[in-house]
């Protein structure tokens, strides 16, 4: 009998009347703060030899990071990581040389004022760092503005359910379900964003207006409803 009755009430869960939309929002905000993704590897016969270039470029990147003012906690440096390096025996044909002892480390800076990253980014160039892992202006009221995006998306799905259904001549009934996806956290109306890059003393040429355009942040939300048809 229970096994009856559950087959019953899940074949009336099918049979639910649903009308199922997807409900976007976009809001386009001034970044407030840019992120600094930087590795600094250093190679020596000598492994502390090594580790002392190492630190003192990761010193001097903190002595820049105070001297634009970046907060303490505004400032992360990872574990060092070790490993030792040879010759390609596939290339030289020859035995594996020991060419010396890698030491790499990664730096993160958040500087919340974005009028300076461009000059950050060209001192932190000469620092002699190796490399630049990525660059990303982003907003530090994210939660706020996802929060509004939120809540654009599950009105825009609301609205859409309501058109939908007036073409038919029926109207929607309370939520059954709400999904929110997951999109990216930010896109950008501007082309130098995050991702890998590297650059050259051109590219960091002192100017006028700079070489560095802000834009926008892209700050998306995508929801699927579904609602009660009537």
């Known amino acids: 009998f229970a096994l009856s009755a559950t087959s019953v009430l899940a074949q009336k869960e099918v049979e639910r009347p649903l009308i199922t939309v997807t409900g976007q929002a976009e809001i386009m905000v001034v970044p407030d703060e840019v992120a600094f993704s930087l590795s600094v590897v250093t190679m020596e016969k000598e492994l502390p030899a090594a580790q002392a270039n190492n630190d003192q470029i990761v010193k001097t990147l903190i002595a820049l990071a105070r001297q634009y003012q970046v907060p303490a906690h505004k400032v992360q440096t990872g574990y060092i990581s070790v490993s030792q390096r040879f010759t390609n025996e596939d290339v030289t ?83 059954y379900t709400i999904t929110e996806e997951a999109p990216n956290t930010y896109a950008y109306s501007q082309n130098r964003s995050n991702s890998n890059f590297s650059i050259s003393d051109g590219d960091l040429a002192e100017s006028a207006e700079g070489t560095i355009a802000l834009g926008q942040i892209s700050i998306t939300a995508q929801v699927t409803v579904s609602f009660e048809l009537k």
């Open 93 to 175: 044909k020859k035995p594996a040389v020991f060419l010396g002892y890698t030491v790499t480390k990664n730096v993160g800076i958040i500087l919340q004022d974005v009028s300076k990253a461009e000059a950050l980014l060209a001192d932190i160039f000469k620092s002699g760092v190796s490399s630049i892992q990525s660059v990303s202006f982003r907003t530090s009221q994210l939660r706020k503005y996802k929060d509004q995006a939120r809540a654009m998306a599950i009105k825009a799905a609301q609205e859409k359910a309501i058109a939908l259904t007036k073409e038919i001549g029926q109207s929607i009934g309370k939520a």
